[in-house]
Structure formats: C-alpha cells, structure tokens
C-alpha cells in the first residue's frame, strides 16, 4: 500500500500508511533520519498503541508518529516542512514499489 497525503484536523500535511506495523516503525524511521539527515527535537515516546518523536532538518520540522489507529505517518509541523514530507512520501513510495516488484 502506498503512503497517501492528506491533511490532518490542524490543516498540516501529513502523509500515512495504514499497513506499517509498530516493528516497522523505527526501521522506516532509521532510513528517513539517514536520508534526510534528520535531527532530533524531542525524546521518544514509546506507548503500548502509540510512537512519536519530533525532527528537525534546515527551518523544516516533523513528526514522525506510530499509532494503532492510523499506522505510520509523518506530519508537517511548520509551513515549511511541507516539502520534506513530500520528499519523503516519494521516497518512501519508491522504496515500496521496489519492494512490490521483488515479491511478484
């Protein structure tokens, strides 16, 4: 499944996939601090249902969120930022298409 954009309920863009599993959570999270060199703002929160942590990168700040309900999403916390979260959908999207094509 393909991470989808839409816009939460504080009108920030914010990319999810429902099929990411909690385990999957801090690997994705790996790759995205690699790749966009992400640094830290906050302290991980780890809860029974529910991840997040706070990233920054240049004026650009994320969140980058695992709940039981919405599954794996990345949020735009600033105006600026909405461009990393795209950057990071068509990353993460491309990475799932490659996957796909491997498994058939």
């Known amino acids: 499944m393909e991470y989808t954009k839409s816009k939460d309920s504080s009108d920030r863009l914010m990319i999810e996939n429902y099929?990411?599993?909690?385990?999957?959570?801090?690997?994705?999270k790996r790759q995205l601090i690699k790749k966009f060199h992400l640094e830290k703002k906050t302290d991980a929160f780890q809860g029974a249902t529910e991840k997040f942590?706070?990233?920054?990168?240049?004026?650009?700040?994320?969140?980058?969120?695992?709940?039981?309900?919405?599954?794996?999403?990345?949020?735009?916390?600033n105006a600026k930022s909405d461009r990393l979260v795209l950057d990071i959908a068509?990353?993460?999207?491309?990475?799932?298409?490659?996957?796909?094509?491997?498994s058939l």
Do not use: P
């Open 19 to 28: 099929d990411v599993s909690s385990i999957k959570y801090w690997w994705i």
């Open 53 to 77: 942590q706070i990233y920054s990168s240049e004026d650009a700040e994320i969140s980058i969120d695992w709940d039981n309900w919405s599954g794996f999403t990345v949020t735009a916390l």
């Open 90 to 102: 068509n990353f993460l999207n491309k990475k799932n298409n490659a996957t796909n094509r491997l």
